[in-house]
């Protein structure tokens, strides 16, 4: 792994858990005597999603979807696309979306309104990272570990073409 290509660390790995005990705690309160669904956001979220259930104090269940407005590239294309839905349905459901960063919120908000015509009890976002000057939609998650500044971050399930995903820090790529 070519290490040169990391600037900095942005968040330790002691912060980011930290904020993921708060995260779980508050999620856990706010789903007292409700069944959740985690949908975890592929690759990025994956990380993210088996930390958070760790700290969850109410039943839960999982699934996945992977979707991609990337590419390869370091900036969103706007177009998304579904490259692996859920496995169950939703209906009736309280769903929590686990996002690893939301950027210009185009990826999310699709994701929300598909998942929405699916009718589910409820639906919220959990994201670790925000960047809200980057916001190209009106959408904010209901729950956020940290708002963080226009860079571009792996690590912690983050990666660059692949890459730097198994970092235990979140850095910023030089």
């Known amino acids: 792994m070519p290490e040169k290509r990391l600037e900095k660390i942005l968040l330790g790995r002691t912060e980011i858990e930290q904020k993921i005990v708060?995260?779980?705690?508050?999620i856990s309160k706010d789903y007292e005597g409700k069944e959740?669904?985690?949908i975890c956001v592929l690759k990025g979220a994956v990380i993210f999603l088996a930390d958070l259930m760790r700290h969850?104090?109410?039943?839960?269940?999982?699934?996945?979807?992977?979707?991609?407005?990337?590419?390869?590239?370091?900036?969103?294309?706007?177009?998304?696309r579904i490259l692996k839905d859920l496995d169950c349905s939703i209906e009736?459901?309280?769903?929590?979306?686990?996002?690893?960063?939301i950027d210009s919120g185009l990826t999310l908000k699709y994701l929300e309104e598909n998942l929405l015509s699916r009718h589910p009890a409820s639906i919220k976002i959990v994201a670790l990272l925000d960047k809200p000057e980057r916001?190209?939609?009106?959408?904010?998650?209901?729950?956020?570990?940290?708002?963080i500044p226009d860079e571009f971050v792996v690590g912690y399930g983050l990666d660059f073409s692949e890459q730097y995903r198994g970092l235990p820090d979140l850095c910023v790529l030089a």
């Open 92 to 101: 009736n459901k309280h769903c929590l979306i686990v996002e690893d960063i």
């Open 22 to 26: 708060e995260l779980g705690s508050q």
């Open 56 to 80: 969850l104090t109410v039943p839960a269940e999982i699934d996945f979807m992977a979707v991609s407005s990337y590419g390869a590239s370091t900036e969103s294309s706007g177009v998304v």
């Open 135 to 147: 916001r190209k939609v009106a959408i904010q998650p209901d729950y956020c570990g940290f708002k």
């Open 36 to 38: 959740l669904l985690l």
